[in-house]
């Protein structure tokens, strides 16, 4: 029997799970469990942040990177009520990392005392995070920690990962209880989700592949958190089966590869669209199909299922049959259905059917008009920097071992076309929730995860301003992140919209002075030099390639104001619909029906 208070428990357990970094902010509400990281601080190491949810995109962004979850803490009230947006962000990405939160004392409940969400129920946090999260926790005594603890870090790593709030009273992080701490490697070390799919199916899908004359294979971000990028190549190169990425999914092939073909949907490539809408048997690899990902389910933009036959796995059987029926649904673990997949086929001795030879010669002319069409934008050469061009320049910046973080806006879209991933860290976005600041902060977890490689924050003038106190604590804590601000002055992926849909009405999307028709922004390459650390602008393309390309080597925190277009938007070759608004047709290439 030990005996140790709330906080200890809590600090211990994430211990015991190797968790090394803690991301949050303080008030009156989480003081004591600040304590109970003060007392281990040799073993987990704390980082104050000046606003809440930068805490919660660090976390999200370390997960992705480090492949371990991080934890977040947030005092009662407020200081909490800021994390909501930033677990909103890891839920629908799937991210897991624990929010400890903290509330009122239980002796206050139901009183109104200070910060206290009391209205319809009790210190009610958990009703504000329950859309949110995988799952939310509320212990009201010391010796529900321990079990709550260990139940908590298992939702949130098994299974598909998302995660999870420990909302903990004032006084139960103080409270002491005799118990018997829970051993993590007993509870949750021996559990393993990687499910493989039902062996019927795996053989089912062996013979659609092999029959299938037009196949495509599209991948998710399930391929890269499962760590299948390798069992991926291995498959589509025996097969000879082009591969198609989700947003989320670019990385997990290598965009040179000569079986990658790109994006897909509104922003995607010709190549990938018009292959995917003509393909007989899609194979989808842990992804969802949300509308940016399939051109909103308009039948023959993106795809065309059915006729398409849709082989869809995925780990959450949730996500399987959503939006489209499936020719066949399988449950499982990526990488392990990978495996067993390329298994079958050795048993098989296959070998890819000649006739495919056509359809790749197909692909083939596709990918050069596409290469055609894009090509005028990489040669561009103007100021303010035209986007296209802005986006290759930092691409060919990057060394391969560079993670750039994209936050949300037009600039995520122009990075999604033009940059050429090359490994699963290359380009991290959000696509689930889309909240802005995600790259802004998360770049700071990037670069906690992995110190020695260059890690860049791509992120709209509009989102930098909204998160800048990040350059504060990149100086605090000696973080060598890069922020390129995609200064157009403009929120400019919702004025596109605004162009696109409403004829141009524009109202509240545009940054400008407010006696004359110029556009305004604070200086900030100013700003960064305020904040000490180094700031730069640029004009040129050549510029923004070169400050890039300093400010890796100096590995020290900068900030690179880039003066980039915003009346372009990237063209398609998919669509988006806005319901009621309707679509536009894509800029290349046009709608496809197959029959079946
Ligand atoms: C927190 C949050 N608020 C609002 C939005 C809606 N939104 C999506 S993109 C965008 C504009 C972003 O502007 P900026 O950061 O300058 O990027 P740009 O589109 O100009 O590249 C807005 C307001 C959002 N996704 N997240
Ligand atoms: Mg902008």
Not at 165 to 183: N, S, T, Y
Not at 284 to 297: I, N, P
Not at 330 to 346: H, I, K, P, W
Not at 507 to 523: E, G, M, R
Request: aromatic share 8%; net charge negative; glycine share 8%.
């Amino acid at each position: 029997m030990t005996r140790m208070n709330g906080g200890q428990i809590i600090v211990d357990y994430l211990i015991q799970e190797h968790v090394a970094y803690a991301f949050g902010l303080c008030g009156h509400g989480n003081i004591s469990f600040i304590d109970a990281l003060y007392e281990r601080s040799g073993e987990i190491t704390s980082y104050s942040v000046r606003h809440e949810s930068v805490a919660g995109f660090m976390a999200d962004v370390y997960y992705r990177v480090a492949g371990r979850p991080a934890m977040t803490f947030t005092s009662c009230g407020p200081g909490s009520a800021n994390i909501p947006v930033c677990l909103a962000n890891a839920y629908f990405d799937s991210v897991p990392y624990l929010a400890i939160t903290g509330n009122v004392p239980t002796s206050q409940f139901n009183r109104g005392a200070f910060q206290e969400t009391y209205r319809h129920y009790q210190a009610d946090f958990p009703s504000a995070v329950r859309p949110f999260c995988k799952r939310v926790f509320q212990p009201t005594r010391a010796e529900q920690v321990p079990p709550f603890m260990r139940q908590a870090w298992k939702t949130m790593v098994t299974g598909r990962p998302g995660p999870v709030v420990l909302d903990v009273p004032f006084d139960i992080f103080k409270e002491e209880a005799d118990m018997e701490m829970p051993q993590a490697k007993d509870w949750n070390a021996n559990i393993s989700c990687r499910c493989g799919a039902d062996p019927e199916g795996v053989r089912k899908a062996v013979d659609m592949l092999l029959e299938a004359k037009r196949p495509i294979i599209m991948v998710g971000q399930g391929v890269k958190y499962a760590g299948a990028m390798a069992e991926l190549v291995r498959l589509a190169e025996r097969l000879h089966i082009p591969v198609v990425c989700s947003s989320s999914g670019m990385g997990a092939i290598d965009a040179n590869h000569p079986l990658a073909l790109g994006l897909i949907a509104r922003n995607g490539s010709y190549p990938a669209n018009h292959a995917a809408r003509q393909a007989d048997v899609l194979l989808a690899l842990g992804v969802r199909f949300d509308d940016r990902t399939s051109s909103s389910w308009l039948p023959g933009y993106s795809f065309n299922i059915p006729p398409t036959k849709l082989i869809h796995v995925d780990i959450d059987p949730d996500e399987i049959a959503r939006n489209y029926p499936v020719a066949l649904g399988l449950m499982a673990d990526v990488r392990t259905f990978l495996r067993q997949l390329n298994e079958e086929l050795d048993t098989r001795q296959a070998q890819a059917q000649a006739v495919r030879a056509s359809w790749l010669g197909d692909i083939e002319r596709w990918r050069r008009e596409w290469k055609e069409w894009t090509a005028p934008g990489y040669r561009a050469d103007t100021t303010p920097i035209h986007p296209q061009r802005a986006a290759h320049e930092i691409d060919k910046a990057l060394p391969n071992d560079a993670i750039l973080v994209s936050d949300v806006g037009v600039h995520h879209n122009w990075l999604l076309q033009f940059c050429r991933p090359k490994n699963s860290h290359s380009l991290i976005g959000s696509m689930g929730f889309g909240a802005m600041g995600f790259g802004v902060a998360g770049v700071l977890g990037a670069a906690i995860a992995a110190p020695s490689r260059p890690c860049i924050s791509v992120c709209g003038d509009g989102a930098f301003l909204m998160h800048a106190s990040v350059m504060a604590t990149a100086v605090e804590y000696k973080i060598p992140a890069i922020w390129v601000v995609w200064n157009n002055y403009a929120f400019a992926s919702i004025r596109g919209l605004q162009r696109g849909y409403l004829e141009g009405r524009e109202l509240v999307t545009d940054f400008k002075q407010p006696d004359a028709n110029a556009p305004y922004n604070p200086d900030f390459a100013a700003m960064a030099g305020s904040a000490g650390i180094n700031g730069v602008r640029v004009d040129t393309a050549k510029d923004l390639g070169e400050a890039l390309e300093a400010a890796i080597k100096a590995h020290a925190p900068c900030v690179i104001d880039a003066n980039i277009q915003g009346d372009a938007n990237p063209g398609g070759a998919g669509a988006w619909e806005l319901p009621g608004l309707g679509h536009l047709e894509p800029a290349i290439g046009k709608r496809t029906i197959i029959e079946g």
